[in-house]
Nanobody, 124 residues
Framework: QVQLVESGGGLVQAGGSLRLSCAAS????????MGWFRQPPGKEREIVAG????????YYADSVKGRFTISRDNAKNTVYLQMNSLNPEDTAVYYC?????????????????WGQGAQVTVSS
């Protein structure tokens, strides 16, 4: 059974930080890129960041560059999203997803397994 489980969401004031974690079960982590997406209220799901299987290549949406950092620990089958300098526009449900291939990608259709989502709310 394939499972991706996000944790670390919550309520934070503008300017604050949160770290999301996504733990993968089974053999779904090896040799696959991982990504974080988010879906703000009333909007489409959008890419936040992606990371290659080796961790050597990352992709960031322009809106989060310089504030968010994606990383992974392959020994723990876990991917992280460190979010700094949060603002109310970052409020969304955040999803982790497994890439079909090993290379970091921003394309939603290149991800096949998804977590259940973690709510992040940033108050002004």
């Amino acid at each position: 059974q394939v499972q991706l489980v996000e944790s670390g969401g919550g309520l934070v004031q503008a300017g604050g930080s949160l770290r999301l974690s996504c733990a993968a079960s089974g053999r779904i982590f090896s040799n696959h890129a991982m990504g974080w997406f988010r879906q703000p209220p009333g909007k489409e799901r959008e890419i936040v960041a992606g990371i290659s299987w080796t961790g050597g290549s990352q992709y960031y949406a322009d809106s989060v560059k310089g504030r968010f950092t994606i990383s992974r620990d392959n020994a723990k089958n876990t991917v992280y999203l460190q979010m700094n300098s949060l603002n109310p526009e970052d409020t969304a449900v955040y999803y982790c997803a497994r890439g079909i291939g090993a290379r970091a990608t921003a394309r939603r259709y290149e991800y096949d397994y998804w977590g259940q989502g973690a709510q992040v709310t940033v108050s002004s």
